[in-house]
């Protein structure tokens, strides 16, 4: 990605492609990682693959975050869109994180481990894998909904700042009262 200047680009929409993509780079990175280590550490297949397959998913909607914010970026180079119009689509991928994380986590907690168990598959679920993959989910969605907070505070700020400017503010003519 080419370093561009805040006259082409921005900084709250090269922001929020940050964030998007971090996170996708980092729920990817955790789930190989674990998957090294159960593995490694004589996990059978089942139990060392499965657990981490939910921070694959949630690489796999960070990408798709940061796929949306990279070509939105385009589109402001190539002159397909107005800074307005990125404003709102980055604002509007960073709402659905804020949307979408605790929802997914709700989802997570009440529906997939409970289901997960009745199914029993608890077996392949149980043990060390589970609990640091329930635990690495918790954490790291949490986080993750925090900077996309933060991304849209940011957002609200730079569509003031560039697309939006203040109007100038006018010197007062009011004539100043003489104390004599």
Not at 66 to 90: E, H, K, N, P, V
Request: proline content about 7%; charged content about 10%.
């Amino acid at each position: 990605m080419p370093s561009l200047s805040n006259d082409q680009v921005p900084k709250p929409l090269t922001y929020t492609l940050m964030y998007h993509g971090l996170w996708a780079a980092l729920f990817l990175m955790t789930t190989i990682l674990y998957w090294a280590i159960f593995l490694y550490s004589g996990q059978d297949t089942f139990r060392a693959l499965v657990p981490p397959l939910g921070l694959l998913f949630f690489a796999v909607v960070a990408g798709i975050g940061c796929w949306l914010a990279y070509t939105t970026r385009l589109a402001i180079l190539l002159g397909q869109a107005s800074w307005d119009d990125a404003f709102t689509l980055s604002s509007w991928s960073s709402w659905g994180v804020l949307i979408f994380a605790p929802a997914s986590l709700a989802v997570w907690q009440w529906a997939i481990i409970p289901a997960s168990h009745a199914l029993g598959l608890q077996e392949g679920w149980g043990g060390v894998p589970g609990v640091l993959t329930e635990g690495a989910i918790k954490v790291e969605v949490i986080v993750w909904w925090l900077s996309h907070l933060l991304s849209v505070r940011g957002l609200i700020r730079g569509r003031r700042d560039y697309v939006r400017p203040a109007p100038p503010v006018e010197a007062e003519t009011a004539p100043i009262a003489s104390i004599a």
